[in-house]
Every structure is written in C-alpha cells, then in structure tokens.
C-alpha cells in the first residue's frame, strides 16, 4: 500500500490565485512528520514546509500553509497569491517515528502556474 | 555553507559500463540517502546510512548495484553492469539529529543515461 497519495498528477492556477495541492498518508505510528518539497525544471529538491503529527496548529511558512486534517490523514499544501516562479513539482513525504529514517515520497504534482 | 555536494552532474555510459556516482554530505550530518528519480516510479530510496553504516537496502535494484560509505564525508553508489533502464536521476540527501523534524537536504542529482 502506497504510504502517501497525491492524486493530483497536474494542476493549473492562475497568477495571484491561492491553489490546494492535495497529499494523503497512511500510517498507524502516532508519531510521523509530514513534509512538502518542491522541484523546479532545474532538478534541484528544495524543502517547504513541515507538519509533526502532534503539533496542535497547521504549520505555515510564508506564502506557503499546510492544512493538516489528522482524523482524515491529509497534509494539503495551500500556496496563496501563486507566481510564476512557483511552476514546479511538489512533493509530498512522510517520515514514521524519530530517528535518521528516510523520507516516502509521493509521486508529485506538477503546478503550472498562468499569467 | 556547502550543500550536498554530488558527482558527476551528468553521465552518459554506454550499456555493460561500470558507473560509479559519488556524494558529499553536508559535514557533521551523520544519515546519509541515496534516491532514484523516474517519471514512471517517482523518488525510490535506494539505501541509506546511519553514522557510516548501511541500515537499509531494500531498495537497491538487484545485485548489480552497490553502495559504500568508508567516511562520514564520502558515499558512492556503483552500478556494474549498467542497463538503459537505469537512466534516471540519483539523489545524495543527508540530514543530522534524532527527531523527526530531520529536514533531508538533498544534492543537485546526478542525471544518468545508459544508451
């Protein structure tokens, strides 16, 4: 089974837009985190933003938040007032209890954004 | 500060070739991942190392593919005999600490095509 799902394969968004980049996971340890990186055309994997499974509020970073529904195991990424920059692919990926465990990726979800 | 540092940026071989890809971590991180990037399978980890030592290697194809870390500042991943089904993008990420908020920082890949 497929640790994490992002069921977007693509998206469109209009500049200045906000767009919601979906991710879902799946996990029976208590303690996991949760985290979105981006791909530009260039290749480089640059991280976002982080969610920990028992932090109380949705993590934010600049224009970038996270909608973190625990009860439905969704990490949405929710980018506002996109720009043209942010054209890419975004991945979503799950690290399950503490320690120097690797990432889960998911398959991504390319953004396209539109002037 | 030195991000991951990996080798070559890309290499072009021809089918039967040994290919040897080489990677740097950031000093003082003590895991260190190799992923595999494709557009049908996405990011894959390969294998990872914790303080030097191979922790997992369920990932790595088959036997034709071998990983070493001799140094806490020096990983390669070889693969002998290559096959064009091996192109694809390897990622070096390291990352340090115990908690799960351990952001991995990822290389600028290796772009691997065997014809």
């Known amino acids: 089974a497929q640790k994490i799902t992002q069921t977007q394969p693509g998206m469109f968004v209009q500049e200045k837009e906000a767009v919601t980049l979906d991710c879902t996971y799946d996990t029976s340890d208590p303690s996991y985190g949760l985290f979105w990186y981006k791909q530009p055309s260039s290749g480089e994997m640059i991280f976002l933003i982080y969610q920990g499974s028992y932090d109380q509020q949705n993590a934010t970073e600049g224009r970038y938040s996270l909608n973190f529904q625990k009860a439905r195991k969704s990490a949405n990424l929710v980018i506002s007032a996109s720009q043209l920059g942010d054209s890419a692919m975004y991945f979503c990926?799950?690290?399950?209890?503490?320690?120097?465990?690797?990432?889960?990726f998911g398959k991504g979800t390319r953004l396209s954004v539109i002037a | 500060d030195a991000g991951v540092i990996q080798s070559p940026r890309h290499e072009v071989t021809e089918m039967g070739q040994e290919v040897t890809l080489r990677c740097k971590p950031i000093?003082?991180?003590?895991?260190l991942f190799w992923y595999r990037q494709t557009m049908m399978r996405g990011l894959e980890l390969l294998i990872y190392?914790?303080?030097?030592?191979?922790?997992?290697d369920s990932g790595m194809p088959e036997d034709r593919f071998s990983a070493k870390m001799p140094n806490a500042s020096f990983s390669t991943l070889k693969i002998q005999p290559s096959e064009p089904r091996d192109s694809a993008v390897y990622f070096c990420?390291?990352?340090?600490?115990?908690?799960?908020?351990?952001?991995?920082?990822f290389g600028p890949g290796t772009r691997l095509t065997v014809l």
């Open positions: 990926a799950m690290r399950e209890r503490s320690g120097n465990t690797p990432l889960v």
């Open positions: 190392f914790n303080n030097n030592v191979p922790i997992d």
């Open positions: 000093s003082g991180h003590n895991s």
């Open positions: 990420a390291s990352s340090l600490g115990q908690g799960l908020y351990n952001e991995q920082f």
